[in-house]
């Protein structure tokens, strides 16, 4: 297992908009060279401090993981989003933070579309939601399980014995998953071996 980037080791960035932070762990050129072959993709970790606008990013489809229960309003419709329940979207959509109990940090994997519009995307039904999106190729997922093979990235979602929170790491063909830390596993749609 190999660590590839660790919040506590980066500054934070504005958002798009301005109305917030985001400290990224991977950008998009950055996945060209851990991925080849797959859409490029970013992954962050967005502090959620009040509420407001997301920053609106067309061309790529967005998964967006809470550390507490949140509620967004996406195109108008109100979806409460519990803690580590992922909510997919596009980044053409309205979104918005709506209701915010207390400060908490927000997992964001955004995938290049390839400029799909946005009824190709499945964004979801609200409460409860688990639906994939049907965006991009590499995809976020929390408490599945997969065979070693269909991944090789984890990021850990809190602190554990040897692992910072928010710590991407990078597995050894066949290795499994921390157990000790809750994970959020960054997967191939296609179960491709070599993402």
């Known amino acids: 297992m190999r660590a590839l980037a660790s919040f506590d080791d980066r500054d934070p960035v504005p958002w798009a908009n301005g109305a917030g932070q985001t400290t990224e ?11 080849p ?13 009040h509420v407001g606008p997301f920053s609106a990013l067309p061309g790529m489809a967005r998964t967006f993981l ?5 509620v967004l309003e996406i ?14 979207f ?12 207390a400060p908490c940090f ?5 995938v290049a579309d390839d400029g799909m519009d946005d009824s190709a995307h499945d964004t979801g039904t609200g409460a409860g939601s688990e639906t994939e999106c049907a965006c991009g190729e590499l995809q976020m997922s929390i408490g599945e399980q997969f065979p070693a093979s269909r991944f090789r990235f984890v990021l850990a979602l809190e602190a554990g014995l040897d692992l910072p929170h928010f710590q991407l790491l990078e597995l050894e063909p066949d290795e499994d998953a921390p157990e ?14 070599h993402i």
């Open 66 to 70: 809470p550390t507490a229960e949140v």
């Open 180 to 193: 000790e830390v809750s994970v959020a596993v960054l997967h191939s749609e296609s179960g491709d071996a």
């Open 25 to 35: 762990l991977v950008s998009l050129p950055d996945s060209a060279q851990l991925t």
């Open 90 to 101: 596009h980044g053409s959509q309205d979104v918005s933070l709506v209701e915010l109990a």
């Open 106 to 110: 927000a997992v964001n994997l955004m």
């Open 37 to 49: 072959g797959l859409r490029p993709w970013r992954l962050s970790i967005a502090r959620l401090e």
């Open 75 to 88: 195109d108008g419709i109100v979806h409460p989003v519990p803690a580590l329940r992922p909510e997919h």
